[in-house]
């Protein structure tokens, strides 16, 4: 697979020539710069694509040209939105970038409730604590009938959670869960988070879905015209939040979302650290039925709560609720196939990492630190070597059997040849020696 490597653009504290010496080939960025909703203009792209190849790295995907919120709610200004989004995919594809990654979250794209989870072995990691979240959505954020969402039981560990947090502690929550994590490009105060969310009264599961159908009909034939993949990133988590619908959250979702609309052009971001906090999916199974559908691959790990599986944290790249063996293995022999038939490489990335080593030292982003997403990059990419090994040598061992099984048939039937050559001239013979008995025995008597 083609490793790539997200960067948030020049002022990313990770540089470019940093992510060269990590393995990676490819880069996953974004113009963060541009407004949402507004066309990315063609001499920005070819800028920032020029900028990557002088690092002697490649622009592979879009990480993304963001939904804007009108045309969830299908609001005024939509039309304008979705021709703005169908003018930079053209743009895109006129610089020879052909996959782009975007999601459908309502308001807040990928949420986590801490930003430095202290880890057993030392090193952080991003979770995601049920009752935390419960804590800000019941009594800081005091959304509106929030309480019919929670338990009794539930709002009693939420008021728990909130008594543990001093003013700084609940301060920090409020900014982990709604000033935007990296790669959103929305962030909120309070007073504006709530009239974020009151913009989607009335709006449930079903009409947001119908909204995504209109945009998907409207993007997908542009993307199959110019020759772009897209490839929609599920929710994270992948549930209903803050009362908002979500609507790319589970295997059936994506059956839908690939059946609105059929086209190679309309694919999915299978990331498994998002699919993977849904207990319901097995991921394995789900990279098998949708392996063609694939057209970026994000691969993290999960480690849910065994007491609230709601809950979560940020695993080993190769460890966590998931079979990364088995997910890596359908994937390379879904990359595989398509290079056979002429396609192009599945690009992938390690999606988040722990901050270890020096990451504690040095300027990161939560989530995207240089070392744990290094090592996790060399990980997979020695698991995917490993595999690759392994599929090459299966295919030589049957080779190597084929080729013995026509060799025995050749013996087969050289041996059968010369018996039946025998046999003939054994045949001649002995009737020319009959002959010659009849012959000998005829001119003695």
């Known amino acids: 697979m083609e490793a790539t490597w997200r960067w948030f653009g020049p002022e990313d504290p990770i540089t470019l020539e940093e992510i060269r010496q990590t393995g990676a080939t490819g880069i996953v960025t974004a113009l963060h710069e ?8 063609l001499a920005a792209i070819r800028e920032r694509k020029a ?41 895109l594809a006129e610089c020879g970038i052909t996959t782009v990654c975007y999601n459908f979250m309502p308001v807040l794209d990928w949420t986590r409730t801490d930003l430095a989870w202290q880890l057993p072995e030392g090193g952080t990691a991003l979770r995601f604590d049920q009752d935390a979240f419960a804590a800000f959505d019941l009594y800081l954020l005091e959304r509106p009938g929030a309480e019919r969402e929670y338990t009794s039981e539930e709002q009693q560990a939420a008021r728990q959670h909130l008594e543990t947090l001093d003013d700084a502690g609940r301060e920090r929550l409020i900014r982990t869960i709604i000033a935007g994590l990296p790669g959103a490009e929305e962030g909120y105060s309070l007073a504006e988070f709530r009239a974020a969310l009151a913009a989607y009264d009335g709006i449930d599961a079903a009409r947001l879905r119908q909204h995504l159908a209109t945009f998907l009909k409207a993007i997908v034939p542009v993307a199959e015209e110019v020759g772009i993949r897209l490839a929609i990133h599920p929710d994270d988590p992948p549930r209903p939040m803050f009362g908002l619908p979500r609507v790319v959250s589970s295997m059936v979702d994506a059956d839908w979302l690939l059946g609105v609309v059929p086209s190679p052009a309309n694919g999915l971001t299978f990331c498994t650290g998002s699919y993977g906090a849904n207990p319901d999916i097995d991921l394995s199974i789900m990279a098998r039925r949708f392996a063609s559908h694939i057209h970026f691959a994000h691969l993290r790990a999960t480690g849910r709560d065994s007491e609230d599986k709601r809950s979560f944290h940020e695993a080993q790249h190769l460890e966590g609720d998931l079979d990364m063996v088995e997910i890596i293995r359908v994937l390379v022999a879904e990359e595989r196939r398509r290079l056979a038939s002429g396609g192009a490489p599945l690009p992938m990335r390690p999606d988040h990492g722990h901050h270890i080593l020096d990451d504690a030292r040095r300027e990161t982003r939560p989530g995207y630190p240089l070392y744990g997403r290094m090592k996790g990059l060399a990980e997979i990419r020695g698991l995917e070597m490993a595999i690759q090994r392994l599929a090459l040598d299966e295919i030589r061992g049957d080779q190597a059997r084929d080729r013995k099984h026509e060799f025995r048939e050749q013996d087969h039937q050289h041996d059968h040849g010369q018996h039946h050559a025998q046999v003939q001239h054994g045949g001649r013979h002995g009737l020319e020696q009959g002959d010659a008995a009849d012959l000998g025995g005829n001119h003695q008597t």
């Not at 541009?34 to 203009?41: A, F, K, S, T, Y």
């Not at 490649?58 to 003018?87: C, F, L, M, T």
């Open 34 to 41: 541009i407004p949402n909703g507004e066309v990315w203009p």
């Open 51 to 91: 900028q990557i190849e002088a690092a002697g790295l490649r622009w592979s995907v879009v990480e993304s040209i963001p939904v804007h919120e009108s045309i969830k709610q299908a609001a005024p200004g939509s039309d304008r939105h979705i021709a703005n989004y169908q003018q930079s995919l053209r743009h």
